[in-house]
């Protein structure tokens, strides 16, 4: 794909393995509200919209004012615990350094931008990124294209020459509202939910295969 000059990737479930991590944040908090624990694969299914929204579906009541307070509950103990069992995914780091001299590379996602810069640098690939955009960057969150917007303005490169790359409807679905080509991970921690991406690999690593077709 020769056309492509800047490929974005979405963070969990893309690039990192944040499973563990996420769960045993919810659980801290649901125990610090009085609920029952909830089990990893439970939680990661309520994974990849933003972190208010996995505390909403944890909670499950719809209470605001307890989202609320879960929300800060949750927040201060990931921040303490983001990198405990958070790793790379196979292949991330080789992956990011082959393409790093010939694209320009971003992330986008709907963790915090302070969360993701965190773990980005302690995982040692920071450095690969050109731009990092978290769900607390702009004033909306993926699927709102606004991020992917602001790269092509800022790098002066067509959408359309750009690549999403993501385990999650989230990440299809913010690719075609800005008119990119999207890549779907199979072995991540999202669904597809009915959305068609241009291109489904099983891991990152076949990346830059796709990329010298």
């Known amino acids: 794909m020769k056309e492509i000059e800047a490929i974005i990737f979405d963070l969990d479930g893309t690039l990192i393995d944040s499973v563990f ?9 649901l125990e610090k509200l009085g609920c029952a624990e909830r089990s990893v694969e439970e939680i990661r299914g309520f994974v990849g919209d933003g972190v208010q929204k996995l505390i909403a579906r944890s909670l499950g009541d719809g209470d605001p004012e307890r989202q609320e307070k879960g929300l800060r509950i949750f927040m201060r103990h990931y921040n303490a615990h983001l990198l405990d069992h958070t790793i790379l995914y196979d292949g ?18 709907n963790k915090s931008a302070g969360f993701t810069n965190k773990i980005l640098r302690g995982l040692g690939v920071a450095h690969f990124f050109a731009a990092i955009i978290g769900g607390d960057t702009l004033a909306a969150k993926k699927p709102d ?11 002066q490169i067509p959408t359309a020459r750009m690549l999403m790359v993501g385990d999650h409807a989230t990440d299809i679905q913010v690719g075609i509202n800005a008119g990119c080509r999207t890549v779907f991970l199979a072995n991540g921690i999202g669904r597809t939910r009915g959305l068609v991406p241009d291109f489904v690999l099983q891991g990152i690593e076949e990346l830059p ?5």
Do not use: C, M
């Open 21 to 29: 991590d996420l769960a045993s944040s919810v659980n801290h908090t």
């Open 92 to 109: 991330a780091a080789e992956t990011l350094k082959a393409l790093a001299n010939d694209y320009r590379l971003a992330v986008l996602t």
């Open 145 to 155: 294209p606004g991020g992917i917007f602001l790269l092509a303005e800022k790098w």
């Open 209 to 213: 295969g796709l990329l010298a077709q």
